[in-house]
């Protein structure tokens, strides 16, 4: 499966396995995507969040 990169277009390549929320990157520029939906062959990507580190403050 395919989907475009919501940064710069390029195409990213979804493994017909994926699941909902596992994480992909873009072999362009490195942009993190989640899986939000799988339809029928189709899927939906959203931009993964980041999880900073707080360093305990």
């Known amino acids: 499966m395919e ?3 919501l940064e710069c ?3 990213v390549h979804v ?3 994926a699941v909902i929320g596992e994480i992909i990157t ?3 520029c490195g ?8 339809n ?6 959203k ?3 980041s ?3 707080d360093w305990g403050e």
């Open 3 to 5: 989907a475009k990169c």
């Open 9 to 11: 277009d390029a195409n």
């Open 15 to 17: 493994e017909n396995d």
């Open 40 to 45: 029928n062959g189709t899927v939906t990507i």
């Open 51 to 53: 999880v900073k580190e």
């Open 26 to 28: 873009c072999p362009d």
């Open 47 to 49: 931009v993964a969040e």
């Open 31 to 38: 942009a993190d995507y989640e899986v939000a939906a799988l």
